[in-house]
């Protein structure tokens, strides 16, 4: 089952928990706006290139809509309507202000020069400008793009609006960007940890863990949660995959990867096969990398006791349902990695101010805002008796229904 499919399924589920007006679902799922834009550019050798780019606006009922964009040359108008709809739920449940966005353009960026991607970048800019805004909608990094891109956009965006700093998140400090953003969503994946494990009694300190993926999300989550005491006993990425049952020291191999090493080249630990990292004894097992990870061949072996989304749609659904019956707790994508889009709400609002929070504050209105979210998905599973991802779902979704409702919204 594709993004789109799993995530509208998801959707009509809660809806039906909900008991929502037919029309009132229906009218959810359309997307605001769907732009779909021919990006051309010169290339370095003289030639010209062709690129296209899309944005999906799902919805602003809630406020301007949010989400990133992504370089990928898989990008297609499904997987951003999907990644879309997704963080329309996504901002509900997190209680920030803002409606869901996605955006991309399909191209190779590690194939592209640096002025390439500049030049591509403010075509497709200059190409959306108008649709985009500080109070409509606000991109932000995602796959293949980074604050630098963000610079890019904001820079070509002001020459037809002024100086606009908060259009973009996730963008460099010296241009607006927040302290503490770059942890944002590993930070949050361990506050979710915390918060579920001490649901059930449990806690960080003396758990053992397993992380698929060690980039941002991935090496962040490790770091915070090797400090907490937990027990890291293995650790995979695209390079390769190692486990200690020991433990993995994570200082010494942050080091040993910031000086270039890749993961199966660290010796404090051994090689394993890739493939057995997700069926691994742990207690708590952290998706960080793609989607469609845990699927029906897999999650049968899973001995993980409980599942962290860091990863967006890494549990299939028929996976979930396969874990459901094992009883192991899956708490959902939608909530476990929304820390990101939290703590670009305190960029953004940090730029509407004209006044910087330092990191200490930033971190702590996070964990308010992540402790807050657990608190309120766990409220609806009690209310509607269902699992962790058809609580936070039916959260967002009854919010965002509430607020199209208030709006005016007539059958």
Same mark, same amino acid.
């Given at each position: 089952?594709?993004?789109?499919?799993?995530?509208?399924?998801?959707?009509?589920?809660?809806?039906?928990?909900?008991?929502?007006?037919?029309?009132?679902?229906?009218?959810?799922?359309?997307?605001?706006?769907?732009?779909?834009?021919?990006?051309?550019?010169?290339?370095?050798?003289?030639?010209?290139?062709?690129?296209?780019?899309?944005?999906?606006?799902?919805?602003?009922?809630?406020?301007?809509?949010?989400?990133?964009?992504?370089?990928?040359?898989?990008?297609?108008?499904?997987?951003?309507?999907?990644?879309?709809?997704?963080?329309?739920? $996504?901002?509900?449940?997190?209680?920030?202000?803002?409606?869901?966005?996605?955006?991309?353009?399909?191209?190779?960026?590690?194939?592209?020069?640096?002025?390439?991607?500049?030049?591509?970048?403010?075509?497709?800019?200059?190409?959306?400008?108008?649709?985009?805004?500080?109070?409509?909608?606000?991109?932000?990094?995602?796959?293949?793009?980074?604050?630098?891109?963000?610079?890019?956009?904001?820079?070509?965006?002001?020459?037809?609006?002024?100086?606009?700093?908060?259009?973009?998140?996730?963008?460099?400090?010296?241009?607006?960007?927040?302290?503490?953003?770059?942890?944002?969503?590993?930070?949050?994946?361990?506050?979710?940890?915390?918060?579920?494990?001490?649901?059930?009694?449990?806690?960080?300190?003396?758990?053992?863990?397993?992380?698929?993926?060690?980039?941002?999300?991935?090496?962040?989550?490790?770091?915070?949660?090797?400090?907490?005491?937990?027990?890291?006993?293995?650790?995979?990425?695209?390079?390769?995959?190692?486990?200690?049952?020991?433990?993995?020291?994570?200082?010494?191999?942050?080091?040993?990867?910031?000086?270039?090493?890749?993961?199966?080249?660290?010796?404090?630990?051994?090689?394993?096969?890739?493939?057995?990292?997700?069926?691994?004894?742990?207690?708590?097992?952290?998706?960080?990398?793609?989607?469609?990870?845990?699927?029906?061949?897999?999650?049968?072996?899973? $001995?993980?006791?409980?599942?962290?989304?860091?990863?967006?749609?890494?549990?299939?659904?028929?996976?979930?349902?396969?874990?459901?019956?094992?009883?192991?707790?899956?708490?959902?994508?939608?909530?476990?990695?929304?820390?990101?889009?939290?703590?670009?709400?305190?960029?953004?609002?940090?730029?509407?101010?004209?006044?910087?929070?330092?990191?200490?504050?930033?971190?702590?209105?996070?964990?308010?805002?992540?402790?807050?979210?657990?608190?309120?998905?766990?409220?609806?599973?009690?209310?509607?008796?269902?699992?962790?991802?058809?609580?936070?779902?039916?959260?967002?979704?009854?919010?965002?229904?509430?607020?199209?409702?208030?709006?005016?919204?007539?059958?």
């Amino acid at each position: 089952m594709n993004a789109l499919a799993a995530t509208t399924r998801n959707f009509r589920r809660a809806s039906r928990l909900l008991d929502l007006d037919p029309k009132l679902e229906k009218s959810l799922l359309i997307p605001f706006r769907e732009i779909k834009v021919e990006c051309t550019i010169p290339m370095d050798d003289g030639k010209l290139a062709s690129f296209v780019g899309f944005r999906v606006q799902h919805d602003n009922a809630r406020g301007p809509m949010k989400g990133g964009i992504r370089y990928h040359p898989e990008v297609e108008p499904n997987e951003v309507n999907a990644l879309a709809q997704l963080m329309t739920w $996504k901002t509900a449940v997190a209680a920030v202000p803002y409606g869901g966005a996605k955006g991309g353009i399909g191209c190779s960026p590690g194939e592209l020069s640096r002025s390439e991607l500049e030049r591509l970048t403010r075509v497709f800019t200059q190409k959306i400008h108008d649709l985009i805004g500080t109070h409509t909608d606000v991109p932000a990094p995602d796959m293949g793009t980074n604050a630098q891109t963000m610079a890019w956009i904001l820079d070509e965006y002001s020459k037809f609006h002024g100086h606009s700093p908060a259009v973009v998140t996730g963008k460099p400090i010296d241009l607006g960007g927040s302290l503490g953003r770059d942890a944002a969503t590993g930070r949050g994946v361990m506050y979710a940890t915390e918060a579920l494990l001490a649901e059930y009694g449990k806690s960080i300190s003396g758990s053992t863990f397993v992380i698929q993926g060690f980039g941002n999300v991935g090496s962040w989550a490790a770091q915070l949660i090797h400090e907490r005491g937990g027990k890291i006993t293995a650790l995979g990425d695209v390079t390769g995959s190692i486990r200690n049952k020991a433990g993995i020291d994570i200082p010494a191999l942050m080091k040993h990867r910031n000086d270039g090493g890749a993961l199966k080249d660290f010796h404090g630990a051994e090689v394993m096969d890739s493939a057995e990292l997700l069926v691994l004894d742990c207690d708590v097992l952290i998706p960080c990398a793609l989607g469609g990870v845990l699927n029906k061949d897999n999650a049968p072996d899973v $001995k993980a006791k409980f599942i962290i989304e860091a990863a967006n749609h890494p549990t299939d659904p028929e996976a979930d349902e396969i874990l459901a019956k094992k009883g192991v707790i899956v708490l959902p994508d939608i909530y476990a990695n929304s820390g990101g889009v939290i703590v670009s709400y305190f960029e953004w609002v940090q730029n509407i101010q004209g006044f910087m929070w330092d990191e200490e504050k930033v971190n702590n209105e996070l964990e308010k805002y992540m402790r807050s979210g657990f608190h309120h998905t766990k409220a609806m599973c009690k209310s509607l008796d269902c699992d962790l991802r058809m609580g936070a779902f039916t959260l967002g979704v009854n919010r965002v229904a509430r607020a199209t409702l208030l709006r005016g919204w007539e059958a």
